[in-house]
């Protein structure tokens, strides 16, 4: 008898690759989306082998019918308060409700445990479901992944093609997670048919400081990298407040400029110092000359 998991969040583009590989590894998946979400989106899930559960995500008893016969829902929700607190919540109270033994929560970033609150607006919101999740009687997982390693491939201040520079702060050897979102995929897929699965996974496809970052920039671009050094981790934390405190419509939105340094932060102040990679060893995961070289 397969496995039933089933996935909120699904139509998005890590919560797709969590369908594509739990149904690879031979679960039988559910994805839950919205009565207003388009058929191109759910025919693609259909196309890939999954059951299409169309909801109204405000109805405890919709999502109780979802959850019906399922081992455990992963979230990879995305959104403010209205999403990761309250839709979650309604999410949470559901399964628990159907009996679902297990629930993975939309965390999927920084270890924000070892930030303080008011460091980042958006793990704030993870760190009160996190409190939230843990007063519930079901057995949960969040899974810290670092940053995204694709959005390397975009001119981050810590790695510029553009400018042909490395940025840092405060310090050159920090180490930064980064792990992909096929590694981060196929690691939540695991760890949903794993019963026996922990609290907190630490996972990186690769940890890298700045300056080992300057050396695999040249050696993938065959051109000289600047190391710069940004600021130290107090500026920048004190100009993210007055950034944050300059625009309030920024609380809006999901991704606000200063929501994007606040996360810069996090990679500078947060680190997977225990890693759980090996906990399924059939994951390959990518380098990040792998990551890298493919955008050649």
């Known amino acids: 008898m397969k496995t039933t998991i089933l996935v909120a969040g699904g139509t998005g583009d890590l919560g797709g690759r969590i369908v594509k590989s739990l149904i690879e590894k031979g679960a039988e998946v559910k994805v839950l989306v919205r009565n207003s979400t388009d058929n191109e989106k759910t025919e693609k899930l259909k196309q890939l082998g999954a059951a299409v559960f169309s909801a109204d995500m405000n109805n405890i008893s919709d999502l109780e019918k979802a959850c019906d016969g399922v081992t455990c829902v992963v979230s990879a929700l995305q959104g ?16 628990v409700n159907a009996g679902v033994p297990r629930f993975i929560p939309s965390d999927f970033s920084t270890d924000y445990t070892q930030l303080s609150p008011g460091d980042n607006r958006n793990f704030d919101l993870r760190r009160a479901f996190f409190e939230h999740i843990d007063q519930s009687t079901i057995a949960a ?3 810290f992944n670092g940053g995204f390693a694709e959005l390397l491939n ?7 093609f553009k400018n042909k520079s490395v940025g840092y702060f405060e310090d050159p050897d920090w180490r930064v997670d980064f792990t992909t979102k096929d590694n981060t995929a196929e690691f939540t897929a695991s760890a ?59 609380e809006k939105e999901v991704y606000p400029r200063w929501q994007q340094a606040q996360y810069l932060y ?11 990679n090996d906990r399924y060893p059939e994951i390959k995961w990518t380098s990040v000359q792998e990551l890298l070289s493919s955008r050649r």
């Open 80 to 95: 403010l308060h209205d999403v990761i607190i309250d839709m979650q919540s309604l999410l949470l109270e559901a399964a």
């Open 141 to 143: 997982t969040s899974i």
């Open 154 to 160: 975009y001119n981050l201040p810590f790695l510029d």
């Open 192 to 250: 949903a048919l794993d019963p026996a699965t922990l609290r907190i996974l630490r996972i990186a496809s690769f940890q890298i400081s700045a300056a080992e970052m300057q050396s695999v920039a040249k050696e993938i671009t065959k051109e000289d990298f600047k190391l710069i050094r940004l600021s130290s981790r107090a500026e920048l934390a004190a100009k993210n407040k007055q950034d944050r405190a300059a625009n309030p419509e920024g």
């Open 266 to 276: 996090g990679m500078f102040s947060s680190q997977n110092r225990t890693i759980d």
